[in-house]
């Protein structure tokens, strides 16, 4: 295995344990991650990954294209179910059989084709499944006022919270999923790629949004390909190379040249 | 230097309007033109008995079609409607001329079996993963088969119930009772489509499946449900032709799948999912129903309807798809590139 570093070591067979571990150590992990694999049938496109992250912490995930990235926060969210492996919220194992679950234990995330519905207004797709009714009658009114209060919470300049998603710009549509993703108390919030439609402005809301929401206690898992945003809101940073995790580094202790020889697998020389 | 910022004004709610509307007041256009033109050229047209009898003769695609505005903003199709319709009419005769229970025991027994026929397909649909076009094709000939089969081909008379009859053929102030059951369930279904959490879970699921499972809907449960509501309304419908005609039959309902899809379609909701209004369908199946009417008070041929009516909507579903999607503007077309 090619990719092994000179602090790791083969933990099993097509498993890697990561190098330079960092965890706080007293702290029961918001979530935790044991030995995760996953096959879309020949691809292994998970071989054994651990993760642990704690609350009020921001985690880097970095990797190249088709590393894992997206599959494991997948999976974080119930979006996939492991072929192997535990996840542990706050200490305690559980099973997400599918998005509700993960979603019933405050676990929301913010996907990269964005999960929007089209169809439906800006309001509707903020309120999402948890829509706010009496009697299972729809109360608008009261969305209403608490999608602008949401929005104006980010700074999200949208005119008209009942037109349709259809008619949105890019990142506009980017700003919604977002807020939908973070208004509604998360503990572990994931974000995928959320800042690659967005413009300069949008993205340093995003990044405050980060340090605010982990000033509250919650636990964040990044995506992104920005690695310079990475400096401004984490505080560990998990390389994936060809579905494992083949470092941990805390931000403190790394440099963007060292991310990226362990992005592109030339981690051996740092 | 200063720096001038200003905000985009906001466009016209007029325009906002329009665009958001354009499908039904399209067909709501297009409704009239006929309703306008068929007065002129047919006297017996625009009077209050013939108008009775138009809302009276599409009181059955209504019901149905209102069901089946639910299935197509799925994405999903329902074939199988005409059959069941069949069916529901077939075996109510059959339990009403056997007298094996009071008639609206009878009643109730056909919505539960038009409910549990439309789970069944709904089930292969949405937990097997089978295109809805196919299990309702399946559908469509099974259904007519076992209704076929159980008739043997003949014609079952209904016995003199005058409660059951009243169906089909009563009055409630001047206004015959299957179009008061078609106007309510056509309501009925236009505040559970857009002002309950099902409807809305219809729509999300029609417009992006995945996002809505990975919202937390039950997104499987909802497809099946769809079907189911076209069971039940396919029975209500087989019941009002039962009763309306005093007998039942294999043969009832032939096509009817066929105007059915066509009042939804014609009503802007689209094939793709997502998008459908319950107005628009209503006003699709009346325009269906006023076109067949006109042509034969102009003593065209009965023939020549079927013609008119397939046009009609391959004109619609083309404005459909090529005018009322992103590069149509109301006030002044965009140049050609």
């Given amino acids: 295995m090619s990719t092994q570093s000179q602090h790791g070591a083969i933990a099993g067979p097509g498993g890697v344990m990561p190098s330079g571990s960092e965890s706080a150590p007293g702290m029961t992990p918001r979530i935790s991650l044991r030995g995760i694999r996953m096959s879309f049938g020949s691809i ?36 996939y179910v492991p072929d192997a492996g535990t996840i542990a919220v706050d200490g305690e194992e559980v099973r997400f059989a599918n998005p509700a679950d993960a979603r019933a234990r405050h676990i929301e995330m913010v996907f990269q084709d964005l999960s929007l519905c089209d169809h439906i207004d800006v309001m509707g797709n903020l309120f999402l499944g948890r829509e706010v009714a009496r009697w299972s009658f729809l109360d608008r009114a009261t969305m209403k006022t608490r999608a602008r209060a949401m929005l104006d919470d980010l700074d999200i300049r ?19 999923a977002i807020a939908r993703a973070a208004s509604f108390d998360p503990r572990v919030l994931i974000m995928d790629e959320p800042t690659s439609a967005l413009a300069v402005a949008e993205v340093e809301a995003v990044l405050r949004l980060i ?60 | 230097m200063s720096v001038q910022y200003t905000e985009r004004g906001q466009g016209s709610a007029i325009a906002d309007f329009l665009s958001e509307h354009a499908q039904v007041l399209s067909i709501a256009g297009f409704f009239i033109v006929c309703v306008v033109f068929f007065s002129v050229m047919a006297s017996a047209f625009l009077t209050p ?226 998008r459908g209004t319950i107005l628009g369908t209503l006003l699709g199946a009346l325009t269906i129903a006023v076109i067949g009417n006109g042509l034969i008070l102009m003593h065209i041929s009965p023939f020549f309807t079927q013609i008119v009516t397939g046009t009609i909507i391959l004109i619609a579903i083309w404005l459909n798809t090529r005018i009322f999607t992103a590069n149509f503007r109301f006030g002044g077309k965009r140049r050609k590139g």
Avoid at chain 1, 258 to 269: F, H, N, R, T
Avoid at chain 2, 58 to 69: E, N, R
Wanted: with cysteine.
């Fill in chain 1, 44 to 79: 292994e496109a998970l071989r054994g990954v651990d993760l642990d992250v704690y609350p009020g912490e921001c985690v880097g995930l970095i990797g190249d294209n088709a590393a894992g990235k997206s599959t494991l926060t997948k999976i974080i969210s119930g979006t």
């Fill in chain 1, 158 to 176: 949208i005119p008209r919270l009942n037109a349709r998603v259809e008619k949105l710009s890019g990142g506009q549509r980017q700003a919604i």
């Fill in chain 1, 211 to 270: 340090n605010t929401l982990k000033a509250r206690g919650v636990a964040v898992i990044l995506i992104t390909h920005r690695l310079q945003d990475l400096f401004e809101v984490c505080d560990r940073i998990a390389v994936m190379y060809e579905g494992t995790k083949v470092a941990e580094r805390a931000i403190a202790k790394t440099s963007l040249e060292d991310l990226v020889k362990l992005i592109v697998g030339k981690g051996e020389a740092i």
């Fill in chain 2, 49 to 274: 008995v013939n108008l009775l009898n138009i809302l009276r003769q599409a009181a059955p695609i209504l019901v149905v079609a209102v069901a089946m505005t639910f299935v197509i903003i799925t994405a999903g199709i329902d074939l199988s409607v005409g059959s069941q319709v069949a069916l529901i009419n077939a075996v109510a005769a059959i339990a009403l001329s056997g007298g094996w229970l009071p008639w609206p025991f009878v009643v109730l027994a056909m919505l539960a079996l038009g409910a549990l026929i439309g789970l069944f397909q709904g089930w292969f649909v949405a937990y097997q993963g089978i295109p809805a076009f196919i299990v309702t094709l399946a559908g469509l000939s099974i259904l007519r088969g076992f209704a076929l089969y159980l008739t043997q081909g003949y014609s079952i008379p209904i016995p003199d119930l005058p409660g059951f009859l009243f169906i089909g053929r009563g009055q409630i102030g001047g206004i015959p009772f299957p179009v008061i059951v078609s106007v309510a369930i056509a309501v009925l279904g236009t505040v559970v489509l857009s002002r309950t959490v099902y409807g809305r879970r219809v729509v999300a699921t029609g417009s992006n499946t995945e996002a809505a499972r990975r919202a937390g809907m039950p997104a499987r449960g909802t497809i099946a449900s769809v079907y189911m509501l076209t069971g039940i309304a396919s029975a209500v419908a087989g019941l009002l032709i039962a009763a309306r005609l005093g007998s039942g039959s294999s043969n009832a309902a032939v096509g009817f799948e066929l105007q059915v899809i066509a009042a939804v379609v014609l009503g802007g909701t689209s094939l793709f999912g997502g």
